[in-house]
């Protein structure tokens, strides 16, 4: 089965929008690096409000700083529609309690998809009481992240909330170079993990196995 290009699928989408209209879109952001691109290209043809939605992100200090920066960004980034946010109260027992089980998987598995649908679901949620056109992810946008699970998941939800999902892939079009460009520019924090603890864990575990290469490689 040939894999779908969900980047035109948006063009399509973008392309269908009559002149001097601008669709409402309700866009789920992990943080701001990733919100960056998203919104520089989205902004132009969407009225965005960004739902902040991420009980996965472990502790609260790093929750409360992705959260910071990304109201930053919105304030700094230029926009032709500025963006809003929405930042849900923070209960992280709804992602423990969604992955219960799973917690040896290793990213990118199972547990991820569970934690993909528990965000997109709230997002899709929110847009259709809310009364907005679209409703779609920033997680697209980075490499680790399984687009194909992503737009399945929020096809799926489409058919459960009346609101469309805006098909998304946004790494395409060098939109992931231009997300860590952004970052730099407007000196955003890039976390060295996705998020949970789980991620934080594996993301130790292989720094701790770097420096063991780097001690291993100054003694010979």
Known sequence: MQKKNYQKMLEGIISSIPEGEAPTLLLHSCCAPCSSYCLEYLAQYFRITLLYYNPNISPK???????????????????KYPAQVVVPEYYPEEFYSA?????????GGERCFVCYRLRLEKSAQYAAENGFDYFCSTLSISPMKNAEKLNSIGAELSEIYPVKLLPSDFKKKGGYLRSIELSKEYGLYRQNYCGCVFSKREAEQRESQKEAERESQNCI
């Open 61 to 79: 200090e790093e929750f409360d700083k992705r959260t910071a920066e990304l109201r930053r960004l919105v304030l700094e980034l230029p926009m």
């Open 99 to 107: 992955v219960k089980g799973m917690e040896d998987i290793p990213e």
